[in-house]
């Protein structure tokens, strides 16, 4: 019997997934995969090559993408092509642009498979994205679906953007992430959605403290299920 254990969290932009994500991995001694830093990477990539709009182009891009992700002091580093690009896929204009990158159906199954690859060959992993509950890891042992209000989200965007000093309203935000939540939500391929079986945590009142605390102890309880033993440091 394996005796690795496959933690997926999915939910809308900034649900906090990937700090609580992070944090999780952290304390279990997992391996952190943070797709959704994919999907952007791709997206910087179609804007300097100026291929927004231009599926074909943007496949092209995901296809000959040698994508390696390491987690060094708390930061996803992501680089293609043996380029880092870790400093440029959190600015706006990919804010904006990576949801209509993710919907494309040939580049979500080129990154899919690329994230498969990336879990099979980890120990234990916990990975966050949109869709690693219902189509990345439909199979993952441990499923959270992380949400919050959309306000307490466009608050936590706006916190993060000021502290690499760049200032944007809330108001702008909040609607970025309006039609985000839209185009992520009712998109053909790999909608999201909250696995059946998922456990679903409101972030939107609980410190991050309490929410990792809470995916820990549902992780445990799993874990004692199937005779796995982890340890939470």
Request: net charge neutral.
């Amino acid at each position: 019997m394996s005796k690795n254990l496959v933690v997926a969290i999915d939910g809308p932009a900034g649900s906090g997934k990937s700090t609580t994500a992070q944090l999780v991995a952290q304390k279990l001694g997992f391996v952190y995969i943070d797709t959704g830093a994919m999907y952007r990477a791709i997206t910087h990539l179609a804007i300097r090559n100026n291929a927004l709009g231009n599926n074909n182009k943007i496949i092209e891009l995901a296809a000959n993408s040698d994508i390696e992700l390491k987690f060094k002091n708390g930061v996803t580093n992501i680089s293609i092509n043996g380029e880092d690009l870790t400093d440029k896929i959190r600015t706006l204009d990919v804010n904006k642009n990576v949801s209509d990158v993710s919907k494309i159906e040939e580049v979500r199954k080129i990154l899919v498979r690329k994230q498969r690859e990336i879990g099979s060959k980890a120990t234990s992993v916990v990975m966050e994205g949109r869709d690693i509950a219902t189509v990345v890891f439909p199979n993952a042992d441990v499923k959270i679906f992380l949400t919050a209000t959309i306000d307490e989200r466009a608050k936590r965007r706006a916190k993060e953007y000021a502290e690499n000093g760049t200032e944007i309203p809330v108001t702008e935000i909040k609607n970025n992430l309006k039609i985000r939540d839209q185009i992520d939500s009712s998109r053909d391929v790999s909608p999201l959605v909250k696995a059946e079986d998922a456990i679903v945590v409101d972030t939107s009142y609980v410190t991050i403290e309490e929410q990792v605390n809470i995916i820990l102890q549902e992780v445990k309880r799993i874990a004692e299920n199937l005779d796995i033993d982890v340890k939470i440091k």
